[in-house]
């Protein structure tokens, strides 16, 4: 079993929709949250840090339940720039950085 | 400022051969990540530099995979008898202090074994 794991979709969605994606992590020890977003060909880049007691930077919310080991990102009124793959990432015993398979958006016109 | 920065960014390389990749953290940042990353996978965690010292080195998949970073800054990802299967993007990232917090990550050198 992958110590971060997420649905690789792809979700298709209009322009505006919202969508919701969901990730769950293995080690009960881990501290740290994030969701990084990686467009085609580029590196990962940060898109938020997720606390338990949720996260919101403008249309993008995060949310941690850390008794369910599951993270959440929700993404209101969909833009088609936010088209790329959204990483789900936890933090491992030594610190290290696991990141799960992604999770692909393509927002149609 | 200066990010993280891979070299090169592309290695083609006969089956066989010994290849070493190149990263330049963001200056002052203590941790250093090695990741590499398949077509429609997430990054696959190799090994995890605290300073000079290695912190975690569980995800090498093998013996031909050896990584140095000697002065805590530079950081050398090495591959001896490369095989096919070790075609992949390498990513390399860098913390302010690592530890779980945030990391940034370079454009990858793309390797491709012949």
């Known amino acids: 079993r992958k110590e971060v794991e997420q649905d690789p979709g792809p979700f298709n969605v209009p322009e505006g929709a919202t969508v919701a994606f969901n990730c769950t992590y293995s080690?009960?020890?881990?501290?740290?949250f994030f969701w990084y977003r990686q467009d085609c060909r580029k590196e990962p880049k940060l898109l938020m840090s997720?606390?338990?007691s949720g996260n919101e930077d403008g249309r993008f919310t995060a949310q941690l339940n850390r008794a369910s080991q599951y993270i959440s990102l929700l993404i209101r009124d969909s833009k088609l720039s936010d088209s790329a793959t959204y990483l789900c990432?936890?933090?491992?015993?030594?610190?290290?950085?696991?990141f799960g398979q992604g999770t692909t958006l393509q927002v149609k016109p | 400022g200066a990010g993280v920065s891979q070299t090169p960014s592309n290695k083609v390389t006969e089956k066989g051969k010994y290849v070493e990749l190149r990263c330049d953290p963001i200056?002052?940042?203590?941790?250093l990540y090695w990741y590499r990353q398949s077509l429609g996978q997430g990054p696959e965690f190799l090994i995890y530099?605290?300073?000079?010292?290695?912190?975690?080195d569980s995800g090498l998949p093998n013996d031909r995979f050896f990584a140095v970073r000697p002065e805590g800054s530079v950081s050398t990802l090495k591959i001896q008898r490369t095989e096919r299967g070790d075609s992949a993007v390498y990513l390399c990232?860098?913390?302010?202090?690592?530890?779980?917090?945030?990391?940034?990550f370079g454009q990858g050198t793309r390797l491709t074994v012949v």
């Open positions: 990232a860098s913390s302010p202090s690592g530890g779980g917090g945030q990391a940034f």
């Open positions: 080690n009960s020890a881990s501290q740290s």
């Open positions: 200056s002052g940042h203590t941790a």
């Open positions: 530099f605290q300073g000079t010292g290695a912190a975690d």
């Open positions: 990432v936890a933090s491992g015993n030594t610190g290290k950085l696991i």
């Open positions: 997720v606390y338990s």
